[in-house]
């Protein structure tokens, strides 16, 4: 008897892994060679299947294309000296991954689909997981309504979907960041919280503004008075000031609960600062700068680990760092990478085998 949520597997019949070079791979470009595939239908998840990686047919009124019920989830797996792999921290992942499809009337994706699924999928493509400091297998879960029929309404039908690709060593650059004081990215009772395709969608206009002059990036303000930080563009922020680290609160639902975010908190305290979840006006940061106590301004989210950022321009006050000098973000970043990469010992059980 074989149980509904069993995966059948498909091996792909040649690899492409041959032909990549994995030392100089472009970020989200090339695929392994398996994906899995989930659908929903008649109240219930079935054919849970890990085939060859290859383009998949939806019909011209699929519901997601039209309406937008589409979320996903960006994690990544490491491998260690050892050639041990390692996912870091799917549960928390997968728990969020529920509430962004609870927001959007999607149904709930069981445990033994996205994180023993992921699991297996890794375990098959394992070989794709570059074994370089600094490289790592970026995984992708998303969902999407499968219904042919261009009515506005929950779709009976889901696809849940995992495709993998392997990523260099993402130097991230420190930013230019523009303060948004017109375009919101987020409201209070919208579904900021949720990882939403269309929150990136939404993000783009705003982000090419800025680009135009001359800024890599916006930092959301909140959108009533557009006056407390949110975001730096899709990244959770962080600013030090004395010793104390504040990040906004997540309590309004306007800020996406970052899993890198969760750990920096963590490590942050390690290594003995004080850190505060409320809500930070631009103003106190700009007061912080002119009286000097303005530590350190970044950016987290699982992609860059940390962004530094190295100028601020709110109005006329345009704020500039010296991010060579910086000593805490670097600190947090090595702690965090090492354990990933197994250099250190993971304390809080981040890690999960594959
Ligand atoms: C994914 C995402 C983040 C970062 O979350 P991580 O779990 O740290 O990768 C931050 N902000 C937004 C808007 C996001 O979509």
């Given at each position: 008897?074989?149980?509904?949520?069993?995966?059948?597997i498909?091996?792909?019949?040649?690899?492409?892994?041959?032909?990549?070079?994995l030392?100089?791979?472009?970020?989200?470009?090339?695929?392994?060679?398996?994906?899995l595939?989930?659908?929903?239908?008649?109240?219930?998840?079935?054919?849970?299947?890990?085939?060859?990686?290859?383009?998949?047919?939806?019909?011209?009124?699929?519901?997601?294309?039209?309406?937008?019920?589409?979320?996903?989830?960006?994690i990544?797996?490491?491998?260690?000296?050892?050639?041990?792999?390692?996912?870091?921290?799917?549960f928390?992942?997968?728990?969020?991954?529920?509430?962004?499809?609870?927001r959007?009337?999607?149904?709930?994706?069981?445990?033994?689909?996205f994180?023993?699924?992921?699991?297996?999928?890794?375990?098959?493509?394992?070989?794709?997981?570059?074994?370089?400091?600094?490289?790592?297998?970026?995984?992708?879960?998303?969902?999407?309504?499968?219904?042919?029929?261009?009515g506005?309404?929950?779709s009976?039908?889901?696809?849940?979907?995992i495709?993998?690709?392997?990523t260099?060593?993402?130097?991230?650059?420190?930013?230019?960041?523009?303060?948004?004081?017109?375009?919101?990215?987020?409201?209070?009772?919208?579904?900021g919280?949720?990882?939403?395709?269309?929150?990136?969608?939404?993000?783009?206009?705003?982000?090419?503004?800025?680009?135009?002059?001359?800024?890599?990036q916006?930092l959301?303000?909140d959108?009533?008075?557009?006056?407390?930080?949110?975001?730096?563009?899709?990244?959770?922020?962080?600013?030090?000031?004395g010793?104390?680290?504040?990040?906004?609160?997540l309590?309004?639902?306007?800020?996406?609960?970052?899993?890198?975010?969760?750990?920096?908190?963590?490590?942050?305290k390690?290594?003995?600062?004080?850190?505060?979840?409320?809500?930070?006006?631009?103003h106190?940061?700009?007061?912080?700068?002119?009286?000097?106590?303005?530590?350190?301004?970044?950016?987290?989210?699982?992609?860059a680990?940390?962004s530094?950022?190295k100028?601020?321009?709110?109005?006329?006050n345009?704020m500039?760092f010296?991010?060579?000098?910086?000593?805490?973000?670097?600190?947090?970043?090595?702690?965090?990478?090492?354990?990933?990469?197994?250099?250190?010992?993971?304390?809080?059980?981040?890690?999960?085998?594959?």
């Amino acid at each position: 008897m074989v149980g509904a949520l069993d995966i059948s597997i498909t091996k792909s019949e040649t690899s492409k892994l041959g032909t990549l070079d994995l030392a100089n791979i472009p970020f989200g470009k090339y695929f392994t060679d398996h994906m899995l595939v989930a659908d929903y239908e008649d109240g219930e998840w079935k054919n849970v299947s890990i085939q060859p990686y290859a383009p998949i047919t939806i019909s011209p009124a699929n519901a997601a294309i039209h309406y937008g019920q589409s979320i996903f989830e960006g994690i990544k797996a490491y491998r260690h000296e050892n050639g041990e792999a390692y996912i870091f921290r799917p549960f928390d992942n997968y728990k969020r991954f529920n509430k962004s499809a609870e927001r959007m009337q999607m149904p709930a994706v069981p445990e033994e689909i996205f994180v023993e699924g992921m699991r297996k999928l890794i375990e098959l493509d394992k070989e794709w997981i570059p074994a370089k400091k600094d490289h790592s297998l970026y995984i992708r879960p998303f969902m999407f309504a499968n219904d042919d029929v261009i009515g506005v309404k929950p779709s009976d039908k889901y696809k849940f979907m995992i495709i993998l690709c392997p990523t260099g060593p993402y130097y991230a650059v420190p930013m230019k960041i523009y303060v948004e004081e017109h375009f919101v990215r987020a409201v209070p009772g919208g579904v900021g919280f949720a990882k939403a395709a269309g929150n990136y969608g939404s993000s783009m206009y705003p982000t090419n503004e800025a680009k135009k002059k001359g800024y890599d990036q916006v930092l959301w303000t909140d959108a009533v008075e557009h006056k407390y930080l949110q975001e730096f563009g899709m990244m959770n922020g962080f600013v030090i000031i004395g010793n104390t680290a504040i990040t906004p609160n997540l309590d309004e639902g306007t800020i996406l609960a970052g899993v890198t975010r969760d750990t920096v908190i963590t490590i942050l305290k390690e290594i003995g600062l004080t850190v505060e979840e409320r809500p930070i006006s631009i103003h106190e940061v700009v007061e912080a700068y002119q009286n000097g106590t303005l530590k350190e301004v970044f950016g987290t989210g699982t992609a860059a680990t940390i962004s530094m950022i190295k100028e601020l321009c709110y109005k006329d006050n345009v704020m500039t760092f010296d991010t060579d000098s910086w000593t805490i973000s670097p600190e947090v970043k090595k702690r965090l990478t090492d354990i990933r990469e197994g250099r250190a010992a993971d304390t809080h059980e981040w890690l999960y085998k594959i």
